[in-house]
Structures are given as C-alpha cells and as structure tokens.
C-alpha cells in the first residue's frame, strides 16, 4: 500500500505510455495507432509535470509579494508541456490527414493490407 | 504473433525504464536551475509567473523551435491534403441552439482567448492556451454557423506576420542589448499589465499564431 501511496504517479503515467506503445505496436486499424500516439503523448505529459513536483507545492506564480518561494514547483517541465500539447495538436492532425491520404489510396486503413508497411 | 512480440518488448522496456527511475523519488527537491529561475526570475525579467519568464525569456529560442514545429505542422497538413476532394453529402443545418449559441457564444470565447494570452505574464495562462482556446471558438462556429468562417489567405497572412514580428522582436534584442531574444524594454512596475519588457508582445504575437494556425488545422481536416 505505502509502495502505491508513493509511486500512484509513476504508475498513471507510465501505464498511459504503456497503454499507447501497446497500441502502437500491435493494433491494425490506422486511426487506433494515432489514438495510441496521443496515449503516449498525454503519460509523457504527466510524467514531466509529476517530476517537478514538491511536497505541497505551489504554483509558480508570484501572485502577491510574500509568497515562500521554497514551495514553489519546478516552472521547466511545466514550461516544456506547455508548448509540448500545442505541437502535440499539430502532429495528430498531421497524422490524421496522411491517414485521410491512405484511405484514399488503398481504401483501407488496416495496416497489415497496406503494401509497404507489413511485419 | 505480433502481439506476443510487443508485449514482451514493452516488458523488457518496463524492467529498463524501472531501474532507471527507481532512485528518482517523487516530490523532492527541485533542479539547481529552477532554483535560479524561482529566486531571480522576478529581479531579472519582471515577470510574475516563472512558467511564463521561463518559456520565453530563459528558453525563449526554444519556443521559436517549437512554434516552428507547429507551423510546418500545419503546412505539411496542407500539403498532404491539397487537392482533396470529399464527396460531399448534403450538411444538415445546425440546430436552432446551436446556431444561436454559436453566435452568442463565439465573440465571447474569442474574448476569453485574448484575455488569457493578454495576462499571460501576471496568471496562469499564455499564448499558447489562449490561442488553443481561439481555436475552440472558431471550431464551434465552424460547427454552428457553418456559412462565415476566415478566409485561407487571412490564415496565411496573419500566421506568416507572427512568425515574422516573433524573429524581429528576437533582432532587436540582438540589436540593443547583444544577444538574441533578449529582454531590451523597461521592465515597468511587477504585477501591472504593461510590465515584463518584451514578454507580453512575444506572447501576443504567439497566441495570434497559434490560434489562426489550429484554426488553419481545423478548417483543413473538416473539408
């Protein structure tokens, strides 16, 4: 339980990147694999943002003079998730129009049928 | 087959991944250089929120990389989908609420956007939300109001003018004070909303940029 208690965060978020390397690796249809990138994109998150957590920590804001700096969390990784959900908008949609591509092309989206992309 | 073979690669990267972390415990100390980023961020930047002072003053060659990145999404998305044809069936109109609630709704959503990114440097929030929240508006009245929408080329032009005032902003911190992307305005009085320099224009012009552009994105996936 103590093991649980302390790790719960560790858990979640490599279970997410498990969940979506699990699907990446092994699922067929094209637009599950682009949802398991988005999988594996929302555990990293968590993850960067779990590491820079303190103790009850509070947000790195400085909203009125006096505030104890000490408790502050780590600003970096908050700043790398910021900009990383944006990107991570951008290289779904990304994924999702060459998906629109293939459909169109070969008129399925089962990855074992694409000629090319077999194994 | 294929599955067997990816589960027992995921395991191995598990045992992998579990030793690496195992001494990395969770809600302790901080980075030496987050200590220099909480203790001197609000002396050297006049920024309140770190997050903020950091993305764009500390690491601010960072976030043209990644506002890069977002753009030749949006290009590559393009170009993938240029010439694309749909074979369009017959959009039924929006519901009444939904037309209405559109037209209610998105003016106000558009002024949430500017708000968030307008105080990026005093509370929570940046460029990068308010413009994500931008673009949920447009997406609703992409969905509602299905007849007005932006033209392609103010897409174009307003994305290629951010990216531009973005890299000269970064020129005249060269210019002034030697380095790129460097702090070269008066830092004014901390916690008002014309304070921080150069920071709250570099996150203007990014919330612009980011809006149009997931807007760009969604136009594009919907034809």
């Not at chain 1, 988005?38 to 006096?66: E, R, S, V």
């Not at chain 2, 909480?38 to 976030?63: A, C, H, P, Q």
């Not at chain 2, 069936?89 to 939904?98: F, G, N, R, W, Y």
């Not at chain 2, 531009?164 to 030697?178: A, N, R, V």
Request: aromatic share 12%; charged share 15%; hydrophobic share 50%.
């Amino acid at each position: 339980m103590d093991f649980l208690y302390k790790n719960i965060y560790y858990i979640g978020a490599f279970g997410l990147i498990f969940i979506g390397l699990y699907m990446v690796a092994a699922k067929k249809n094209l637009i599950k694999i682009i949802i398991g990138l988005g999988f594996i994109d929302t555990g990293i998150n968590l993850f960067l943002i779990m590491i820079g957590y303190i103790k009850n920590g509070t947000a790195p804001i400085f909203t009125k003079a006096g505030i104890d700096s000490a408790q502050m969390v780590d600003p970096v990784p908050q700043a790398l998730v910021l900009t990383a959900i944006v990107i991570n908008v951008a290289i779904l949609a990304l994924a999702l129009g060459l998906a629109i591509k293939l459909y169109e092309h070969y008129k399925t989206l089962d990855v074992s049928k694409i000629r090319g992309l077999k194994w | 087959m294929r599955k067997t073979i990816s589960f027992i690669l995921l395991v191995i990267l598990l045992i992998g991944i579990y030793y690496a972390i195992a001494q990395v415990h969770y809600g302790e100390n901080k980075m030496e250089v987050s200590k220099h980023y909480i203790n001197e961020g609000l002396k050297e930047n006049g920024v309140t929120n770190i997050v903020t002072s950091v993305v764009l003053n500390y690491r601010g060659f960072d976030t043209l990389g990644e506002i890069t990145i977002l753009f030749i999404g949006a290009i590559g998305l393009g170009l993938v989908l240029f010439g694309f044809e749909t074979k369009r069936k017959d959009i039924m109109p929006a519901s009444l609420i939904l037309a209405t609630g559109c037209r209610f709704l998105f003016p106000l959503i558009l002024l949430l956007g500017i708000y968030i990114f307008v105080h990026g440097h005093l509370t929570p929030g940046g460029g990068f939300q308010g413009g994500a929240v931008i673009a949920s508006g447009f997406l609703l009245s992409y969905i509602g109001c299905s007849k007005k929408r932006i033209s392609e080329k103010g897409i174009n032009i307003l994305e290629s003018l951010g990216g531009t005032i973005f890299i000269l902003i970064g020129l005249l911190g060269l210019l002034f004070s030697g380095y790129y992307l460097s702090n070269f305005l008066p830092k004014g009085t901390i916690n008002t909303l014309i304070s921080g320099g150069i920071i709250p224009l570099l996150y203007i012009v990014i919330g612009l940029k980011v809006g149009v552009e997931l807007a760009g994105i969604i136009y594009k996936l919907m034809e």
